[in-house]
């Protein structure tokens, strides 16, 4: 369509007056996504090393910017843009996919702003090493290293990849267990970081994308009335409008190109406003679709990889390229790699406690404490010391913290003394305690009266005082000696053949029908609890009686043995036997003047030990199931007939029995364990349903205090 070269001129002179109004304008630069596609073509292991080596540690009074502060900031960008597109929706405008994702994924992303707000610890974040920015102002090191790689992937983040990227990085520099284990929460910081940017940006075009439909609807319906007067409303354009972006210019042109002929005038302003800037109509919205898509797949890239954050098993990564765990696996005994992760979150947890309290490198540290179990000798020939982590939080934990040249803290020398001296300390804080809320009571209340009664007031007055003290003096100790996890293996792929465990139940013969229960519990416990490594045994006995032998006990042992079969069948074992039955006569108790099972329970308990270990099985006159499969058994789990068997609890306690600093290591001459474990209690607690079925059941399988039964734990 030809242009009149008046229109031109007039247009220039009525701009005139707004050549300065493009403060507001996002000029298209036709290289910004070559530029910013450019590191694309550098892979991942490049980048990483390039930026180890530019960055340069920040300086020590120069404070990072609180995250949590960025996070609200980012919430409010997102809410904005959420809100802008949702009015767009509601009034039937278009919207570019970019924002089709954030109205389809905005909860998704605060949900995961307000889980980073409360898990991000600002005094963890200060103890990170910081680096210094191109503007003068610093953040984290890792925060740094998670917004690179997230730009270099486009916010498509993967474990392999970010693997990679810090195996790169550590060529350079090391990096501290705290900053690798921050890994995941800063990249997601990263993430939202990038969404935060992309919304704004959408935010942006949908203001754009509004005025500009204003406009062209306004310039429509004029065309259709006074097209003679397209002169004046174009004026009237030009001097309300403010300076057109790209994403106005497109949308105009979207709007108003082959509706009438008298709004060339309105495109003929517009490309005048792109000449100025030496750009072409076709060049600007070009480069506003390539925008847009560019911004879909970085949005979608960044939600995407949010959810995958949170699927990811980032431990697996994290561990590959730490370069304590690469250190501390070259463990003598080879039992660091076969731990659980909980344990060896330990090690590495007491390392980096070493580390900073000596100001060395943790993988300083950790080669230090592998040397120093390659180069232990014990006197007794304790295996442990040949371990690593009889160093770092076994007995050689002290010895070990000398040979770095430091000295204990004082909670740490605190909680030394009361291990050396539990009972004394713990009567004595108890007396001393209870002593002083007596005077200060009695000062006060106690005058004038009878010495006998005075004297009696103060005993009753000192066993009142107890009741606090010991309350006191629990939660002191509690906190001054808090309770230290016992270090486990990990058989998540089974348990080994030299970990082969019976799990008994002794049981005193009542009736059919108990003998059906013990069956079906015993049933229960296998199902929760399977491996061909773990066998289940009844470990019974006949009631006491006046004589050796009674009539029902003939059918009951038959009973017995036959739900014994019953469940080998239904659950067979191939080679061996899953279930067993252990089953002992009376014999003669001159002292109670009846016919019992030798010392009961602990009679049972102690003849099976002896036939597991290959003694005769005189003792039993019945054992039912393969006994050879029993003879290589390291374990015996021992549960009351009332007591279930959570599952996977019997391969969490063998587990905890397996590790090396665990297994009880025997004094030569007195034959006692003088380190690790002949037996471990677990935590016991009381069913839910054992506890609502009477009133008085609810009464006092409440909270029981220091109950020696159900709370002693190892």
């Not at 992303?109 to 898990?119: D, G, K, P, Y």
């Not at 765990?325 to 947890?349: E, K, N, W």
Request: proline fraction near 6%; glycine fraction near 6%.
């Amino acid at each position: 369509m030809a242009r009149r070269p008046g229109v031109h001129a007039w247009i220039n002179r009525l701009r005139g007056t707004h050549a300065r109004r493009h403060a507001r304008t996002r000029d298209y630069a036709p290289d910004a996504e070559a530029g910013a596609a450019a590191g694309s073509g550098v892979d991942l292991e490049t980048c990483a090393r390039a930026l180890a080596r530019n960055q340069v540690p920040a300086p020590p009074e120069l404070a990072p910017p609180d995250l949590k502060r960025a996070l609200a900031a980012h919430e409010r960008t997102l809410r904005r843009a959420y809100a802008i597109a949702r009015i767009a929706v509601g009034e039937q405008r278009r919207i570019e996919p970019a924002a089709e994702w954030l109205l389809d994924n905005f909860y998704l992303v605060r949900a995961q702003i307000r889980e980073l707000t409360a898990e991000l610890s600002r005094r963890e974040l200060l103890r990170l090493p910081r680096v210094a920015e191109p503007d003068g102002t610093c953040t984290q090191r890792m925060l740094a290293l998670a917004r690179a790689c997230v730009a270099q992937v486009d916010g498509r983040i993967e474990p392999e990849q970010v693997g990679r990227f810090l195996a790169a990085y550590q060529n350079e520099t090391t990096l501290r267990m705290a900053e690798l284990w921050s890994l995941p929460a800063l990249l997601r910081v990263a993430l939202i970081e990038r969404i935060a940017a992309g919304a704004q940006t959408i935010s942006l075009r949908l203001e754009e994308y509004a005025r500009a439909e204003f406009w062209a609807t306004h310039l429509i319906e004029m065309a259709g009335k006074d097209p003679a007067g397209m002169l004046m409303y174009v004026a009237d354009m030009a001097r309300q409008a403010p300076a057109i972006s790209p994403a106005w210019v497109a949308e105009v042109y979207r709007l108003l190109e082959g509706k009438h002929p008298s709004l060339a005038l309105a495109l003929t302003w517009a490309e005048q406003q792109l000449d100025q800037r030496g750009l072409s109509v076709a060049r600007v919205i070009d480069g506003e679709s390539r925008a847009q898509a560019a911004d879909q797949v970085s949005i979608a890239n960044c939600i995407n990889s949010l959810r995958l954050l949170a699927r990811s098993n980032w431990a697996e990564v994290i561990e590959s390229v730490s370069a304590v765990d690469r250190i501390l696996a070259s463990d003598p005994v080879q039992a660091y790699t076969l731990m659980d992760f909980t344990t060896r979150g330990m090690y590495r947890h007491a390392g980096e406690q070493l580390a900073r309290r000596g100001r060395l490198a943790e993988s300083d540290v950790a080669q230090r404490a592998v040397d120093a179990a390659l180069d232990a000798q014990d006197a007794t020939g304790d295996p442990r010391v040949r371990h690593v982590g009889y160093y770092l939080i076994g007995r050689g934990r002290r010895a070990f913290e000398r040979t770095l040249g430091e000295s204990m803290p004082p909670d740490a020398r605190v909680a030394a003394w009361l291990r050396r001296w539990p009972a004394t300390s713990y009567l004595g804080a108890l007396t001393l305690l209870t002593a002083a809320i007596t005077c200060a009571v009695a000062q006060n209340t106690l005058h004038g009266l009878p010495l006998p009664l005075d004297l009696t007031l103060l005993i009753a007055l000192f066993i009142a005082a107890s009741h606090p003290a010991v309350a006191i003096v629990n939660w002191l100790v509690s906190t001054l000696v808090p309770p230290d996890l016992l270090p486990r293996m990990s058989f998540s792929g089974g348990i080994p053949d030299d970990c082969r465990t019976l799990v008994v139940v002794p049981w005193l013969f009542g009736s059919r029908l108990g003998i059906a229960e013990q069956l079906d519990a015993l049933e229960i416990r296998y199902l929760g609890n399977r491996d061909p490594n773990l066998h289940f045994a009844l470990l019974t006995d006949f009631p006491d009686a006046p004589q050796r032998e009674m009539p029902e006990d003939e059918a009951l042992l038959a009973a017995a043995i036959a739900g014994i079969e019953r469940l080998n069948a239904k659950y067979p074992l191939p080679g061996s036997t899953r279930f067993h039955l252990f089953h002992r006569p009376r014999e003669w108790n001159a002292q109670q003047s009846v016919w019992m099972g030798f010392e009961r329970k602990r009679g049972k308990l102690g003849e099976l030990n002896r036939v597991l270990r290959g003694a005769s099985t005189d003792r039993f006159s019945v054992i039912a199931g393969d006994l050879a499969a029993l003879q290589g058994a390291r374990y015996v789990i021992t549960l009351d007939a009332d007591t279930q068997l959570p599952p996977q609890s019997a391969r969490r306690l063998i587990e905890t029995m397996a590790h090396p600093l665990n297994r009880p290591w025997f004094h030569k001459d007195s034959r006692r364990v003088i380190a690790g474990y002949g037996l471990l209690q677990p935590r016991i607690s009381v069913a839910r349903m054992a506890g609502n079925a009477s009133r008085f059941s609810r009464l006092f399988s409440d909270d029981t205090g220091l109950d020696p039964y159900t709370r002693a734990v190892s």
